[in-house]
Protein backbone atom coordinates (compact mmCIF):
# COMPACT_ATOMS: atom_id res chain seq x y z
CA UNK A 1 0.00 0.00 0.00
CA UNK A 2 2.74 2.12 0.72
CA UNK A 3 4.54 1.68 -2.45
CA UNK A 4 1.11 2.41 -4.27
CA UNK A 5 0.76 5.97 -2.46
CA UNK A 6 4.73 6.16 -3.57
CA UNK A 7 4.30 5.39 -7.39
CA UNK A 8 0.87 7.28 -6.82
CA UNK A 9 3.02 10.58 -5.81
CA UNK A 10 5.78 10.33 -8.73
CA UNK A 11 3.00 10.08 -10.74
CA UNK A 12 1.29 13.12 -9.94
CA UNK A 13 4.38 14.83 -9.60
CA UNK A 14 5.39 14.30 -13.33
CA UNK A 15 1.71 15.18 -14.67
CA UNK A 16 1.97 18.41 -13.22
CA UNK A 17 5.53 18.97 -14.31
CA UNK A 18 4.55 18.34 -17.61
CA UNK A 19 1.38 20.40 -17.46
CA UNK A 20 3.70 23.36 -15.73
CA UNK A 21 6.11 23.25 -19.05
CA UNK A 22 3.22 23.15 -21.36
CA UNK A 23 1.95 26.43 -19.81
CA UNK A 24 5.27 27.57 -19.91
CA UNK A 25 5.25 26.78 -23.47
CA UNK A 26 2.51 28.54 -24.61
CA UNK A 27 2.84 31.69 -22.15
CA UNK A 28 5.90 31.79 -23.34
CA UNK A 29 7.01 35.59 -22.74
CA UNK A 30 8.42 36.88 -26.04
CA UNK A 31 8.81 39.80 -24.96
CA UNK A 32 10.29 42.72 -27.57
CA UNK A 33 12.48 45.83 -27.63
CA UNK A 34 12.78 47.91 -30.49
CA UNK A 35 15.19 49.94 -32.09
CA UNK A 36 15.05 52.49 -34.88
CA UNK A 37 17.73 53.23 -37.87
CA UNK A 38 17.29 56.28 -39.72
CA UNK A 39 18.64 58.11 -42.77
CA UNK A 40 17.90 61.70 -44.05
CA UNK A 41 19.74 62.16 -47.11
CA UNK A 42 19.65 64.06 -50.62
CA UNK A 43 20.80 62.18 -53.65
CA UNK A 44 22.27 64.48 -56.21
CA UNK A 45 21.42 63.00 -59.34
CA UNK A 46 24.79 64.96 -61.36
CA UNK A 47 26.93 64.05 -58.14
CA UNK A 48 27.34 67.65 -57.49
CA UNK A 49 26.12 68.94 -53.99
CA UNK A 50 24.28 71.75 -55.30
CA UNK A 51 20.00 71.99 -54.04
CA UNK A 52 19.64 74.05 -57.30
CA UNK A 53 20.11 70.90 -59.58
CA UNK A 54 18.39 67.90 -59.39
CA UNK A 55 18.25 65.17 -56.37
CA UNK A 56 16.11 62.48 -54.52
CA UNK A 57 15.27 63.44 -50.94
CA UNK A 58 15.38 59.88 -49.03
CA UNK A 59 14.04 59.38 -45.78
CA UNK A 60 14.51 55.81 -44.59
CA UNK A 61 13.36 55.03 -40.95
CA UNK A 62 13.47 51.18 -40.42
CA UNK A 63 12.42 50.00 -36.93
CA UNK A 64 13.53 46.68 -35.56
CA UNK A 65 14.04 43.90 -32.77
CA UNK A 66 16.55 45.01 -31.04
CA UNK A 67 15.85 42.30 -27.87
CA UNK A 68 13.81 39.10 -28.20
CA UNK A 69 14.79 35.71 -25.77
CA UNK A 70 17.90 34.79 -27.43
CA UNK A 71 20.48 35.80 -30.00
CA UNK A 72 19.30 32.77 -32.39
CA UNK A 73 15.70 33.85 -32.55
CA UNK A 74 16.97 37.64 -32.41
CA UNK A 75 18.78 37.19 -34.93
CA UNK A 76 15.90 35.09 -37.46
CA UNK A 77 13.19 38.12 -36.05
CA UNK A 78 15.86 40.54 -37.23
CA UNK A 79 16.11 38.59 -40.60
CA UNK A 80 12.16 38.08 -41.25
CA UNK A 81 11.83 42.37 -40.46
CA UNK A 82 14.88 43.06 -42.69
CA UNK A 83 13.70 40.79 -45.90
CA UNK A 84 10.30 42.22 -45.60
CA UNK A 85 11.19 46.07 -45.41
CA UNK A 86 12.70 45.75 -48.08
CA UNK A 87 10.84 43.25 -50.03
CA UNK A 88 14.12 41.39 -51.18
CA UNK A 89 15.56 38.23 -49.43
CA UNK A 90 19.15 39.21 -50.47
CA UNK A 91 19.06 41.99 -47.60
CA UNK A 92 18.09 39.53 -44.85
CA UNK A 93 20.95 38.00 -44.02
CA UNK A 94 22.59 41.91 -43.14
CA UNK A 95 22.50 43.45 -40.12
CA UNK A 96 19.59 46.06 -40.08
CA UNK A 97 22.40 49.03 -40.38
CA UNK A 98 24.64 47.20 -42.93
CA UNK A 99 21.08 46.33 -44.90
CA UNK A 100 19.93 50.45 -44.66
CA UNK A 101 23.38 51.38 -46.34
CA UNK A 102 23.31 49.03 -48.56
CA UNK A 103 20.05 49.92 -49.66
CA UNK A 104 20.84 53.88 -50.20
CA UNK A 105 23.38 52.75 -52.28
CA UNK A 106 22.26 50.70 -54.39
CA UNK A 107 19.50 53.12 -55.11
CA UNK A 108 21.67 55.86 -55.42
CA UNK A 109 22.91 54.24 -58.25
CA UNK A 110 19.76 53.41 -60.14
CA UNK A 111 18.85 57.28 -59.54
CA UNK A 112 22.20 58.61 -61.26
CA UNK A 113 21.78 56.32 -64.36
CA UNK A 114 19.06 59.28 -64.96
CA UNK A 115 22.03 62.12 -65.94
CA UNK A 116 22.19 61.12 -69.27
CA UNK A 117 18.88 61.86 -69.97
CA UNK A 118 18.96 64.52 -67.99
CA UNK A 119 21.68 66.13 -70.05
CA UNK A 120 19.37 65.31 -73.34
CA UNK A 121 16.35 66.89 -71.94
CA UNK A 122 18.32 69.68 -70.55
CA UNK A 123 19.16 70.54 -74.03
CA UNK A 124 15.98 70.78 -75.42
CA UNK A 125 14.61 73.26 -73.31
CA UNK A 126 15.79 77.03 -73.13
CA UNK A 127 18.88 77.73 -71.99
CA UNK A 128 17.54 79.70 -68.69
CA UNK A 129 14.94 75.91 -68.07
CA UNK A 130 15.50 72.96 -66.77
CA UNK A 131 13.79 69.52 -66.53
CA UNK A 132 11.54 69.58 -63.08
CA UNK A 133 10.88 66.21 -63.61
CA UNK A 134 14.32 65.11 -62.06
CA UNK A 135 13.14 66.45 -58.47
CA UNK A 136 12.22 63.40 -57.12
CA UNK A 137 11.74 61.69 -53.49
CA UNK A 138 12.23 58.35 -51.73
CA UNK A 139 10.45 57.73 -48.80
CA UNK A 140 10.44 53.99 -46.80
CA UNK A 141 9.21 53.21 -43.10
CA UNK A 142 7.47 50.81 -40.61
CA UNK A 143 5.76 51.24 -37.93
CA UNK A 144 4.49 48.37 -35.43
CA UNK A 145 0.72 47.81 -35.11
CA UNK A 146 0.42 45.45 -32.65
CA UNK A 147 2.45 43.37 -30.54
CA UNK A 148 1.99 40.75 -27.61
CA UNK A 149 3.38 37.57 -26.62
CA UNK A 150 1.23 36.20 -29.65
CA UNK A 151 2.16 38.05 -32.57
CA UNK A 152 3.21 41.47 -33.89
CA UNK A 153 1.62 43.52 -36.41
CA UNK A 154 3.02 46.29 -38.86
CA UNK A 155 3.06 47.79 -41.58
CA UNK A 156 5.55 48.81 -44.38
CA UNK A 157 5.47 51.88 -46.22
CA UNK A 158 7.48 52.62 -49.52
CA UNK A 159 6.23 56.66 -51.12
CA UNK A 160 8.04 57.89 -53.80
CA UNK A 161 7.65 60.29 -56.95
CA UNK A 162 9.55 59.70 -60.04
CA UNK A 163 8.16 62.51 -61.98
CA UNK A 164 4.61 62.78 -63.07
CA UNK A 165 1.19 64.27 -61.76
CA UNK A 166 1.78 62.89 -58.49
CA UNK A 167 3.56 60.35 -56.19
CA UNK A 168 2.44 56.91 -55.26
CA UNK A 169 2.28 55.38 -51.99
CA UNK A 170 2.34 51.50 -50.97
CA UNK A 171 1.73 50.08 -47.71
CA UNK A 172 2.32 46.28 -47.14
CA UNK A 173 1.15 44.37 -43.87
CA UNK A 174 2.93 41.42 -42.01
CA UNK A 175 2.48 39.36 -38.83
CA UNK A 176 4.76 36.97 -37.43
CA UNK A 177 3.87 34.04 -35.10
CA UNK A 178 6.12 34.83 -32.04
CA UNK A 179 6.62 31.25 -31.19
CA UNK A 180 7.20 30.03 -34.84
CA UNK A 181 9.12 33.21 -36.07
CA UNK A 182 6.86 32.63 -39.22
CA UNK A 183 4.75 34.97 -41.45
CA UNK A 184 1.42 34.56 -41.04
CA UNK A 185 -1.20 34.19 -44.39
CA UNK A 186 -4.43 33.78 -44.81
CA UNK A 187 -4.58 29.69 -44.83
CA UNK A 188 -2.86 29.54 -41.89
CA UNK A 189 -5.78 31.25 -39.71
CA UNK A 190 -8.97 30.76 -41.54
CA UNK A 191 -10.42 27.32 -42.51
CA UNK A 192 -10.44 25.96 -45.97
CA UNK A 193 -13.44 27.10 -48.24
CA UNK A 194 -12.93 30.90 -46.46
CA UNK A 195 -12.73 33.01 -49.41
CA UNK A 196 -16.92 33.77 -50.28
CA UNK A 197 -17.74 33.96 -46.78
CA UNK A 198 -14.96 36.72 -45.71
CA UNK A 199 -15.18 38.73 -49.17
CA UNK A 200 -18.90 38.87 -48.34
CA UNK A 201 -17.95 40.50 -44.86
CA UNK A 202 -15.71 43.01 -46.29
CA UNK A 203 -18.02 44.37 -48.30
CA UNK A 204 -20.44 44.72 -45.57
CA UNK A 205 -17.83 46.39 -43.61
CA UNK A 206 -17.65 48.71 -46.52
CA UNK A 207 -21.71 49.39 -46.94
CA UNK A 208 -21.95 50.61 -43.00
CA UNK A 209 -18.68 52.30 -43.46
CA UNK A 210 -19.83 54.09 -46.52
CA UNK A 211 -23.60 53.90 -44.97
CA UNK A 212 -25.26 52.56 -48.05
CA UNK A 213 -27.75 49.87 -48.08
CA UNK A 214 -26.52 47.83 -50.95
CA UNK A 215 -22.77 47.02 -52.32
CA UNK A 216 -23.23 48.31 -55.99
CA UNK A 217 -24.49 51.75 -54.30
CA UNK A 218 -20.66 51.31 -53.42
CA UNK A 219 -19.99 52.56 -56.51
CA UNK A 220 -21.79 55.59 -56.36
CA UNK A 221 -19.20 56.18 -53.25
CA UNK A 222 -15.89 55.69 -55.75
CA UNK A 223 -15.88 52.29 -55.85
CA UNK A 224 -14.64 50.50 -58.60
CA UNK A 225 -16.44 46.94 -59.82
CA UNK A 226 -17.56 45.38 -56.23
CA UNK A 227 -17.32 42.06 -57.91
CA UNK A 228 -13.26 42.88 -58.12
CA UNK A 229 -13.13 43.16 -54.56
CA UNK A 230 -11.59 39.75 -52.48
CA UNK A 231 -9.32 39.25 -49.80
CA UNK A 232 -5.52 40.50 -51.01
CA UNK A 233 -3.65 38.63 -47.86
CA UNK A 234 -2.52 42.22 -47.02
CA UNK A 235 -3.82 42.46 -43.63
CA UNK A 236 -2.81 42.95 -39.47
CA UNK A 237 -4.51 41.69 -37.01
CA UNK A 238 -4.82 42.83 -32.88
CA UNK A 239 -6.57 41.33 -30.25
CA UNK A 240 -9.82 43.02 -31.68
CA UNK A 241 -9.81 41.07 -35.13
CA UNK A 242 -8.66 41.37 -38.78
CA UNK A 243 -7.52 44.58 -40.10
CA UNK A 244 -7.69 44.46 -44.64
CA UNK A 245 -6.15 47.35 -46.19
CA UNK A 246 -6.16 48.46 -50.33
CA UNK A 247 -3.56 50.87 -51.80
CA UNK A 248 -4.33 53.08 -54.12
CA UNK A 249 -5.89 52.35 -57.27
CA UNK A 250 -6.86 48.90 -55.86
CA UNK A 251 -10.37 49.19 -55.32
CA UNK A 252 -10.48 52.78 -55.88
CA UNK A 253 -9.27 56.09 -57.51
CA UNK A 254 -5.79 58.00 -56.37
CA UNK A 255 -7.86 60.33 -54.67
CA UNK A 256 -9.39 58.14 -52.45
CA UNK A 257 -6.13 56.78 -50.86
CA UNK A 258 -5.48 53.20 -48.96
CA UNK A 259 -8.80 51.95 -48.09
CA UNK A 260 -8.72 50.25 -43.99
CA UNK A 261 -11.55 47.48 -42.97
CA UNK A 262 -12.02 46.31 -39.77
CA UNK A 263 -13.32 43.36 -39.53
CA UNK A 264 -13.94 42.31 -35.56
CA UNK A 265 -13.74 38.54 -34.55
CA UNK A 266 -17.06 37.83 -33.91
CA UNK A 267 -18.10 38.57 -37.05
CA UNK A 268 -16.42 35.73 -38.62
CA UNK A 269 -15.76 33.29 -35.87
CA UNK A 270 -16.92 30.66 -37.96
CA UNK A 271 -14.43 30.67 -40.31
CA UNK A 272 -11.24 31.26 -37.96
CA UNK A 273 -9.51 27.87 -36.91
CA UNK A 274 -9.32 27.39 -33.31
CA UNK A 275 -6.00 26.25 -32.97
CA UNK A 276 -4.77 29.21 -34.83
CA UNK A 277 -3.00 32.39 -33.36
CA UNK A 278 -6.17 34.50 -34.33
CA UNK A 279 -8.06 31.44 -32.82
CA UNK A 280 -6.54 32.46 -29.42
CA UNK A 281 -8.31 36.20 -29.53
CA UNK A 282 -11.75 34.56 -29.89
CA UNK A 283 -11.65 31.86 -27.14
Known amino acids: ?????????????????????????????????????????K????????????????????????????????ERLQQVFTGTFFNDESYDTLSPKDALNEYLNHYTTEYRTLADQYYQDKESLESDQMPSWYWYYHYKTNEILFHDNNIV?????????????????NALYYIIDLNNLTTITEEDIFKPNYHHFLTSKII???????????????????????????????FWINNEGVHYV?????????????????????????IIIPESIAGEYIK
Open 153 to 169: SYSVEHSDYTGGAHGSL
Open 246 to 270: YNQYEIAPYSMGPIEIAIPFEEITP
Open 1 to 41: MKRNKIVFSVLMLYMGLSLLSCVSNKTKDNKIEFNKLEINE
Open 204 to 234: EMLMKKHDVAEADELMGEGFFDINEIAPNNN
Open 43 to 74: VFLLQENDTTLPYSDVKLEFTFPLKFNNNKDL
